[in-house]
């Protein structure tokens, strides 16, 4: 029988390391060499179908630059099931960053979070500056997933999603609010949109 | 920094995170900052660490409270009311899908030295203690004067005009008792003194209605709460912002507001640096409240006070049914006051503390120079208090609205149960600083890209 789980993702990692690149290569398989920093979506979702017919829905939710000036919010972490943490491969700096965005999480967020280290740019491999070892070295001390990918050419984006869809129905219990707009789960809680709207029928799909 | 700004937003507090979240859909480029390493400024929630780095300093943390991180822990008690404007505005940015919703359990009343449950309709007027039984027949027609109410029908006018004629004159025409207005008016007008009865009465009116329609909405009490408290209002509408373009620099200090030789803003600063903007607003503390004049214009003037007090209990509130959240309101009257004292409690229900932990905050405007006596009738309904975090809080108003110089500073949090206070300060100043009235439109489903 197949079942669909949702799970929350988010995106953590330097500026302009290529995390919202990465998430539009994963969801719509796009990619802009030009893109401007975030704005007006940050909340996106992508449905992996694994080998036994179930589904893993991913509510990814980017940083939207709050991450610049060390003003991600609580709220960011809360709830999220898994994480990816970027860095790019030409630059060392980015994955130092990274070790620092790794203990944040470890602090902050819950202790079953699936987190996945992602060496991004790929196809820069010429300019590399971090090695495959180094990074390989950090992830397995500190039990992470690791992976590289290129956002522009494609290479390794659904791998690691789907490495990450593979783990978490095991590892980690779907979080209430992951669970939440439009999904199946019965909480007690209050769903200001229904009432608000009251055309809006049971059958709607959720618009994220 | 060297880039300049439409709009640069000093704190994080509700109002502000509301007016930067709708500017930055608006189009405008918006800069806010915050003194403080975390999202919330007077309305945020805290961790047990941030509670007592704010409250205590010197003291350690205690151990039998359980995790720090399971703690959020409001600073000012306000409840969402079910069918307010605040909820309008959630539900039309959509920053509803940041967020998760439960209700308050129950609203009380304390009456006659004991407290009961706030009746909301003619059912359960008919079944409450609070009347007797010629009581209840009286407010009954007083009720289903307010439902049939119809402006253009003068039939349900019954001779009233709400425009004209008094609250105290409805009251007088029905003939309820003092003891009955005190619940009408205090705990379902939510009227924090009796000013309003000798106002002409539609407020009121309007006010009794939002209570009931609220109250019909889910059931157990007009009141919902987010879930890990209210701190995560303003960080969902500044969310909304950073998502629109919005810039966010926390822990950031603002050393002084700049402006030219004629008074009128240019940038802030903060150490070294200056950002330029065309527009300012920001709360009072970042204007010169509490401190003296001597250095620079006045901006703001404080118009009152109140004391809050934030209290751990073990227990829930006694005479509550063991409600895992309620709100208490004891009327002026009741306790020979001029301004009314509330209790606002929630629970680890609510994710904001540890399990089998209460918070409850007992508040009042302050009358005397003694404010914590004064809260004392409330305290003693609580039963022993684990611990208590006291704090007396000026409430700032602006000197001017802001157009001239074109700096535009929001007001204090007051001591009203609800954000409804709140949300007519962002239109108000939503309109000083835009020049137009706030017009919510339902925003267009984000582009998946």
Same mark, same amino acid.
């Given at each position: 029988?197949?079942?669909?789980?949702?799970?929350?993702?988010?995106? %953590?990692?330097e500026s302009a390391v290529g995390k919202s690149s990465l998430v539009l290569r994963?969801v719509k398989d796009q990619f802009d060499d030009y893109r401007e920093s975030t704005i007006g979506a940050a909340?996106?979702?992508?449905?992996?179908?694994?080998?036994?017919?179930?589904?893993?829905?991913?509510?990814?939710?980017d940083?939207a630059g709050?991450?610049r000036? /060390?003003?991600?919010?609580?709220?960011?972490?809360?709830?999220?099931?898994?994480?990816?943490?970027v860095?790019d491969?030409t630059q060392?700096?980015?994955?130092?960053?990274?070790?620092?965005?790794?203990?944040?999480?470890?602090?902050?967020?819950?202790?079953?979070?699936?987190? !996945?280290?992602?060496?991004n740019k790929?196809d820069l491999?010429?300019r590399?500056?971090?090695?495959?070892?180094?990074?390989?070295?950090?992830?397995?001390?500190?039990?992470?997933?690791?992976?590289?990918?290129s956002a522009k050419s494609g290479?390794?984006?659904?791998?690691?999603?789907?490495? &990450? #869809?593979?783990?978490?129905?095991?590892?980690?219990?779907?979080? !209430?609010?992951?669970?939440?707009?439009?999904?199946?789960?019965?909480?007690?809680?209050?769903?200001?949109?229904?009432? #608000?709207?009251?055309?809006?029928?049971?059958?709607?799909?959720?618009?994220? | 920094?060297?880039e300049?700004?439409?709009?640069?937003?000093?704190?994080?507090?509700?109002?502000?995170?509301?007016?930067?979240?709708?500017?930055?859909?608006?189009?405008?480029?918006? %800069?806010?900052?915050?003194?403080?390493?975390? +999202?919330?400024?007077?309305?945020?929630?805290?961790?047990?660490?941030?509670?007592?780095?704010? *409250?205590?300093?010197?003291?350690?943390?205690?151990?039998?409270?359980?995790?720090?991180?399971?703690?959020?822990?409001?600073?000012?008690?306000?409840?969402?009311?079910?069918?307010?404007?605040?909820?309008?505005?959630?539900?039309?940015?959509?920053?509803?899908?940041?967020?998760?919703?439960?209700?308050?359990?129950?609203?009380?009343?304390?009456?006659?030295?004991?407290?009961?449950?706030?009746?909301?309709?003619?059912?359960?007027?008919?079944?409450?203690?609070?009347?007797?039984?010629?009581?209840?027949?009286?407010?009954?027609?007083? *009720?289903?004067?307010?439902?049939?109410?119809?402006?253009?029908?003068? !039939?349900?006018?019954?001779? &009233?005009?709400?425009?004209?004629?008094?609250? !105290?004159?409805? +009251?007088? /025409?029905?003939?309820?008792?003092?003891?009955?207005?005190?619940?009408?008016?205090?705990?379902?007008?939510?009227?924090?003194?009796?000013?309003?009865?000798?106002?002409?009465?539609?407020?009121?009116?309007?006010?009794?209605?939002?209570?009931?329609?609220?109250?019909?909405? +889910?059931?157990?009490?007009?009141?919902?709460?987010?879930?890990?408290?209210?701190?995560?209002?303003?960080?969902?509408?500044?969310?909304?912002?950073?998502?629109?373009g919005?810039?966010?620099?926390?822990?950031?200090?603002?050393?002084?507001?700049?402006?030219?030789?004629?008074?009128?803003?240019?940038?802030?600063?903060?150490?070294?640096?200056?950002?330029?903007?065309?527009?300012?607003?920001?709360?009072?503390?970042?204007?010169?409240?509490?401190?003296?004049?001597?250095?620079?214009?006045?901006?703001?003037?404080?118009?009152?006070?109140?004391?809050?007090?934030?209290?751990?209990?073990?227990?829930?509130?006694?005479?509550?049914?063991?409600?895992?959240?309620?709100?208490?309101? &004891?009327?002026?009257?009741?306790?020979?006051?001029?301004?009314?004292?509330?209790?606002?409690?929630?629970?680890?229900?609510?994710?904001?503390?540890?399990?089998?932990?209460?918070?409850?905050?007992?508040?009042?405007?302050?009358?005397?120079?003694?404010?914590?006596?004064?809260?004392?009738?409330?305290?003693?309904?609580?039963?022993?208090?684990?611990? /208590?975090?006291?704090?007396?809080?000026? %409430? +700032?108003?602006?000197?001017?609205?802001?157009?001239?110089?074109?700096?535009?500073?929001?007001?204090?949090?007051?001591?009203?149960?609800?954000?409804?206070?709140?949300?007519?300060?962002?239109?108000?100043?939503? /309109?000083?600083?835009?020049?137009?009235?706030?017009?919510?439109?339902?925003?267009?489903?984000?582009v998946?890209a």
């Open positions: 029988m197949s079942k669909q789980l949702q799970f929350k993702l988010v995106l %953590l990692g994963f909340f996106l979702t992508q449905t992996v179908t694994l080998e036994d017919q179930t589904t893993v829905k991913f509510e990814i939710w940083t709050q991450e000036y /060390k003003s991600l919010a609580p709220m960011y972490y809360r709830n999220a099931n898994c994480a990816v943490v860095y491969i060392s700096a980015s994955l130092e960053k990274a070790r620092s965005w790794i203990r944040e999480l470890q602090r902050q967020a819950d202790p079953s979070i699936i987190i !996945a280290l992602c060496g790929a491999s010429a590399r500056q971090v090695s495959e070892e180094e990074a390989k070295k950090y992830a397995e001390e500190e039990g992470l997933m690791w992976g590289e990918t290479e390794g984006v659904q791998e690691i999603f789907t490495a &990450i #869809a593979k783990k978490l129905p095991q590892n980690a219990p779907q979080s !209430a609010r992951a669970g939440g707009r439009g999904g199946p789960s019965g909480r007690a809680g209050v769903d200001l949109n229904k009432q #608000a709207g009251a055309m809006t029928g049971q059958n709607e799909p959720c618009n994220c | 920094m060297d300049e700004y439409d709009v640069i937003v000093l704190g994080t507090g509700l109002t502000e995170c509301i007016l930067s979240g709708l500017l930055s859909v608006e189009g405008k480029k918006v %800069l806010h900052m915050d003194r403080n390493d975390y +999202y919330g400024g007077d309305s945020a929630s805290l961790n047990l660490t941030q509670l007592y780095r704010k *409250f205590r300093p010197d003291q350690a943390l205690p151990t039998d409270l359980g995790r720090d991180r399971d703690y959020a822990v409001d600073l000012i008690p306000k409840f969402i009311i079910a069918s307010g404007e605040l909820t309008r505005i959630l539900v039309h940015t959509d920053v509803t899908r940041y967020l998760e919703f439960k209700q308050i359990a129950g609203s009380f009343v304390y009456r006659d030295g004991r407290i009961s449950k706030v009746p909301s309709t003619e059912m359960e007027a008919v079944k409450s203690p609070l009347m007797g039984l010629f009581e209840k027949r009286r407010a009954k027609k007083f *009720f289903e004067f307010l439902q049939n109410w119809k402006d253009d029908d003068p !039939a349900t006018h019954q001779g &009233i005009n709400l425009d004209k004629d008094s609250m !105290a004159t409805v +009251y007088e /025409k029905f003939g309820l008792e003092p003891g009955t207005q005190d619940f009408i008016g205090h705990a379902m007008a939510l009227y924090l003194d009796d000013d309003y009865k000798t106002k002409p009465a539609r407020p009121t009116y309007e006010r009794i209605v939002l209570y009931t329609s609220s109250m019909a909405r +889910y059931g157990k009490s007009p009141y919902i709460y987010p879930l890990y408290g209210l701190g995560e209002l303003p960080q969902s509408f500044a969310r909304l912002s950073a998502i629109y919005g810039t966010y620099m926390l822990d950031k200090s603002i050393d002084e507001i700049v402006t030219d030789d004629s008074g009128k803003f240019v940038g802030v600063r903060s150490g070294s640096e200056t950002v330029k903007a065309k527009q300012v607003i920001g709360d009072p503390s970042y204007f010169g409240a509490g401190k003296s004049a001597e250095s620079g214009k006045v901006r703001v003037v404080e118009e009152g006070k109140v004391i809050r007090a934030i209290c751990f209990l073990k227990h829930p509130i006694p005479g509550t049914d063991d409600a895992d959240s309620a709100q208490i309101i &004891i009327p002026q009257n009741q306790v020979n006051r001029r301004n009314d004292i509330y209790i606002a409690m929630v629970s680890s229900t609510h994710n904001v503390c540890a399990k089998d932990v209460y918070v409850a905050i007992v508040s009042t405007i302050v009358e005397t120079d003694r404010p914590e006596q004064e809260i004392a009738p409330g305290l003693q309904l609580l039963g022993p208090i684990y611990d /208590k975090f006291v704090s007396v809080s000026s %409430l +700032y108003t602006p000197t001017s609205s802001g157009e001239a110089d074109q700096i535009f500073i929001t007001r204090s949090y007051d001591a009203t149960s609800h954000f409804e206070t709140v949300v007519d300060e962002v239109h108000n100043v939503w /309109k000083r600083v835009v020049g137009k009235e706030l017009v919510l439109k339902k925003r267009e489903v984000e998946e």
